[in-house]
T-cell receptor, first 115, second 114 residues
């Protein structure tokens, strides 16, 4: 089955700096890569996703890049703010026409943005 | 529109007991997935239901089971609880299964097994 590795497990940055979280996946058939943000006491929330037919996607201060050859994708947050502090999860899945669909998650990165 | 609702939010049980957790999806969503979240293993997929049918199951023992009702509400049951079952159980709903349908997570049920 799919295996997703995520690094680092913790990341501390100063407000205004950039933060980068990296993930690798094992299943070359995976073609959908979402990123989730989980704040304390809440469930994960989708913040950005990318499909295997594109190499990069950006949404305001966050961007995701995908390298299919290396089976590697990354989350980039620029101009970090204290409210960005949370646990971030990457995930991967393959498209099986709706059946046998499941997300495999990385183990998460605790991001702390210091004012 | 109300979000995904999970009840109860917190639960304490002892080894050997059984527990039932409930999930009410967003109105109009027909697919419900369950995940177990622990510090050591992270988020792990338990199972997915759509139109009252289990479509997919993760690698968990048979003590973990679930069902979905005609109104799309879902329950999961864990029998013969073990200490290692202590976790945050998350429910996620989406309009339909698959990648093209964003999953919306509830706040979870925190289960502690003593």
């Amino acid at each position: 089955g799919e295996n997703v590795e995520q690094h680092p497990s913790t990341l501390s940055v100063q407000e205004g700096d950039s933060a980068v979280i990296k993930c690798t996946y094992s299943d070359s058939a995976s073609n959908y890569f979402p990123w989730y943000k989980q704040e304390l006491g809440k469930g994960p929330q989708l913040i950005i996703d990318i499909r295997s037919n594109v190499g990069e996607k950006k949404d305001q201060r966050i961007a995701v890049t995908l390298n299919k050859t290396a089976k590697h994708f990354s989350l980039h947050i620029t101009e970090t703010q204290p409210e960005d502090s949370a646990v971030y999860f990457c995930a991967a899945s393959r498209n099986s026409g709706g059946s046998n669909y499941k997300l495999t998650f990385g183990k998460g990165t605790l991001l702390t943005v210091n004012p | 529109k109300a979000g995904v609702t999970q009840t109860p939010r917190y639960l304490i049980k002892t080894r050997g007991q059984q527990v039932t957790l409930s999930c009410s999806p967003i109105s109009g969503h027909r697919s419900v997935s369950w995940y177990q979240q622990t510090p050591g293993q992270g988020l792990q997929f338990l199972f997915e239901y759509f139109s009252e049918t289990q479509r997919n199951k993760g690698n968990f023992p048979g003590r973990f089971s679930g069902r979905q009702f005609s109104n799309s509400r879902s329950e999961m049951n864990v029998s013969t609880l073990e200490l290692g079952d202590s976790a945050l159980y998350l429910c996620a709903s989406s309009p339909f299964p698959g990648q093209d349908s964003e999953q919306f997570f509830g706040p979870g049920t925190r289960l502690t097994v003593l």
